[in-house]
């Protein structure tokens, strides 16, 4: 079941249309309200949201991140749909937890291919409940990182290349790599966005910080502390 967040009428109609004519289940939200209303006290989750930016009262931006801050929603796709040369937009969507945007105005095939993409990169994974190395702990249940027992709070894809540190570690990763893990093969982004993000990351780790290497003209790596 796909859910369509959209306020023009059209667009959602088409949208609709679209995905069940390609063997989804579909349904639409005129706006960001009733999608909420729904979402809370519904048993049956979507399996994606395609949502837009722009919309009447709570926007798109203020509802992913509501999703991503409740447990029952966290894990569920998010596509943001996005207004043509709207940068911020795209980025600020990435960093909440997006896991892919559509440029408006978008094909409709374009828009059923990068769902079978997200759904495919989605897919639900076995989790290990704890990620350590050091003073570094990730607590996967409860969404925490901290370093000497000490809380540390982190952006959306922060906490993510974190856990994709901890759960390689010793593994060089290249920048091409890292954009595709952590902001999704169809995202079309310089590699200084994961040199900011590194470095960001390693001051907020403080001297665990350290753990992350520079894998010269290559990328990055953690290293394991003995």
Not at 43 to 46: A, F, Q, T, Y
Not at 93 to 106: C, E, M, N, R, T
Not at 158 to 170: A, H, M, T
């Given at each position: 079941?796909?859910?369509?967040?959209?306020d023009?009428?059209s667009i959602?109609?088409?949208?609709?249309?679209?995905l069940?004519?390609?063997?989804?289940?579909?349904?639409?939200f005129?706006?960001?309200?009733?999608?909420w209303r729904?979402?809370i006290?519904t048993?049956?989750?979507?399996e994606?949201?395609?949502?837009?930016i722009?919309?009447?009262?709570?926007?798109?931006i203020?509802?992913?991140k509501?999703?991503?801050?409740?447990?029952k929603?966290?894990?569920i796709?998010?596509?943001?749909?996005t207004a043509?040369?709207?940068?911020?937009?795209?980025v600020q969507?990435?960093?909440?937890?997006?896991?892919?945007?559509?440029?408006?105005?978008?094909g409709?095939?374009?828009m059923?291919?990068?769902?079978?993409?997200?759904?495919?990169?989605?897919?639900?994974?076995k989790?290990?409940?704890?990620?350590?190395n050091?003073?570094?702990?990730?607590?996967?249940?409860?969404?925490?990182?901290?370093?000497?027992?000490?809380?540390?709070?982190?952006?959306y894809?922060?906490?993510?290349?974190?856990?994709?540190?901890?759960?390689?570690?010793?593994i060089?990763?290249?920048r091409?790599?890292l954009?595709?893990?952590?902001w999704?093969?169809?995202?079309?982004?310089?590699?200084?966005?994961?040199?900011?993000h590194?470095?960001?990351?390693r001051q907020k780790?403080?001297?665990?910080?350290?753990?992350?290497?520079?894998?010269r003209?290559?990328?990055?790596?953690?290293?394991?502390?003995?």
């Open positions: 079941m796909i859910w369509c967040v959209e023009d009428d959602r109609d088409i949208e609709i249309y679209t069940k004519s390609t063997g989804f289940e579909a349904r639409g005129v706006d960001g309200d009733s999608f729904e979402l006290s048993d049956i989750l979507p994606l949201v395609l949502m837009d722009m919309l009447p009262g709570e926007d798109g203020a509802l992913l509501k999703m991503r801050e409740l447990s929603t966290e894990d796709p998010v596509i943001m749909a043509k040369g709207m940068e911020f937009d795209k969507s990435l960093d909440i937890g997006a896991d892919d945007y559509l440029v408006k105005p978008f409709m095939m374009e059923v291919s990068r769902i079978k993409a997200v759904l495919r990169r989605c897919s639900p994974k989790k290990e409940h704890i990620y350590s050091g003073s570094i702990n990730m607590n996967i249940d409860a969404h925490i990182v901290s370093v000497k027992d000490n809380k540390v709070d982190l952006t894809k922060e906490y993510e290349i974190l856990k994709l540190f901890l759960s390689n570690q010793g060089v990763f290249t091409d790599q954009l595709s893990e952590i999704g093969v169809d995202y079309f982004g310089e590699t200084r966005t994961v040199d900011m590194i470095k960001t990351l780790l403080g001297e665990s910080g350290r753990t992350i290497k520079t894998v003209n290559v990328g990055y790596r953690m290293e394991t502390c003995i």
